[in-house]
């Protein structure tokens, strides 16, 4: 069985601010991990993914995400937000069950950017 | 270029009605998704196609039936539609998931569906 946690289903920062959203995860297997974003009225789209290369995964617009195996966490961030950033941000673990590999994601955390 | 798409974009319809929704992706993917995203934001996987074959149903009422009729096409077929079936229903795509690797999803840009 798989599961991600994401804390804080609403995060708000100032423009020019670091962006912490966090995300832990529950895997019986090795993980695949994801950051997706999604804008008002639109699908999702891929940021990053961790797939048991480096632990320190870049992603599109400046994101970048960690995985720590200790802490069974995935914590996306980028340095300085912008107000284009505002967004919704699903977190999701995917693992191969046998038959297929089923992509579970959190409940999502709604970045609010602020001037 | 569009990668995946779906079809319609927003659907109203009245209960006990039938629909269906479509889903075309043009990346050469051998899996195919449906999602449904709830009024909170919650997605679940309802289904999954590995070259026209279902792999993953998850527990979803009989109403509701896939249809793959080539490896670039899923639909979504809902009988009888009820009030809880309002919802945002995302089509996605992926390369074939083999044992040990998962590849990213590429979603559709969802199909609102409003149950009056």
């Known amino acids: 069985a798989q599961s991600v946690t994401q804390l804080g289903s609403h995060v708000s920062v100032s423009e020019g601010a670091l962006v912490l959203l966090r995300c832990n995860y529950s895997?019986?297997?090795?993980?695949?991990l994801f950051w997706y974003v999604q804008y008002p009225n639109q699908g999702l789209q891929l940021l990053l993914k961790y797939t048991s290369a480096a632990t320190l995964v870049k992603g599109i617009n400046g994101f970048e995400a960690e995985f720590k195996k200790s802490e069974t966490s995935f914590h996306l961030t980028k340095p300085s937000a912008h107000m284009r950033d505002a967004a919704e941000y699903f977190c999701?673990?995917?693992?191969?069950?046998?038959?297929?590999?089923?992509?579970?994601f959190g409940t999502g955390t709604r970045l609010q950017v602020t001037l | 270029d569009t990668a995946v798409s779906q079809t319609p974009k927003y659907l109203v319809t009245q209960m006990g009605n039938d629909k269906s929704i479509k889903c075309e992706q043009n990346?050469?993917?051998?899996?195919m998704y449906w999602y449904k995203q709830d009024s909170k934001k919650f997605l679940k996987i309802m289904f999954s196609y590995n070259n026209k074959e279902l792999i993953i149903n998850e527990t979803v009422p009989n109403r509701f039936s896939p249809k793959s009729p080539d490896k670039a096409h899923l639909n979504l077929h809902i009988n009888s539609l009820e009030l809880g079936d309002s919802a945002v229903y995302f089509c996605?795509?992926?390369?074939?998931?083999?044992?040990?690797?998962?590849?990213?999803?590429?979603f559709g840009p969802g199909t609102r569906l409003t149950v009056t």
């Open positions: 895997s019986s297997v090795p993980p695949y």
């Open positions: 990346l050469g993917h051998d899996t």
């Open positions: 996605a795509s992926s390369q074939l998931q083999l044992a040990g690797v998962s590849y990213e999803q590429y």
């Open positions: 999701a673990v995917s693992a191969y069950t046998g038959t297929a590999s089923k992509l579970t």
